[in-house]
Nanobody, 128 residues
Framework: QVQLVESGGGLVQPGGSLRLSCAAS????????IGWFRQAPGKEREGVGC????????YYAASVKGRFTISRDNAKNTVYLQMNGLKPEDTAVYYC?????????????????????WGQGTQVTVSS
């Protein structure tokens, strides 16, 4: 059974940090493009950071570039999103996702929100 399970969300003050984790089961993550997406109430889901399958290149949304870092640990079959300098506008449900297509770029995955597998999401709230 293919499954992605996120963890690490919570309440954090502005300027703080969180690290989200996404554990995969039922498939091997290093054969997939992977990404983190988020959706705030009343807004569309947006790609935050993605890694391509082919060369490991990354893409970040302009709103998080320089603050967020996506990474993968193939040995643990886990994806991470390190979030620093959090702002109230980062408040959202965060989802990890995986896409098997070999030729998809990180930017395409994030911008077009292309993914065959999605986790259930974890809430991140940035508030004082």
């Amino acid at each position: 059974q293919v499954q992605l399970v996120e963890s690490g969300g919570g309440l954090v003050q502005p300027g703080g940090s969180l690290r989200l984790s996404c554990a995969a089961s039922g498939f091997t993550l290093d054969y997939y493009a992977i990404g983190w997406f988020r959706q705030a109430p009343g807004k569309e889901r947006e790609g935050v950071g993605c890694i391509s399958r082919s060369d490991g290149s990354t893409y970040y949304a302009a709103s998080v570039k320089g603050r967020f870092t996506i990474s993968r640990d193939n040995a643990k079959n886990t994806v991470y999103l390190q979030m620093n300098g959090l702002k109230p506008e980062d408040t959202a449900v965060y989802y990890c996702a995986a896409e098997e297509a070999r030729i998809i770029s990180a930017q395409t995955m994030c911008v077009m929100r292309l993914a065959g597998y999605w986790g259930q999401g974890t809430q991140v709230t940035v508030s004082s």
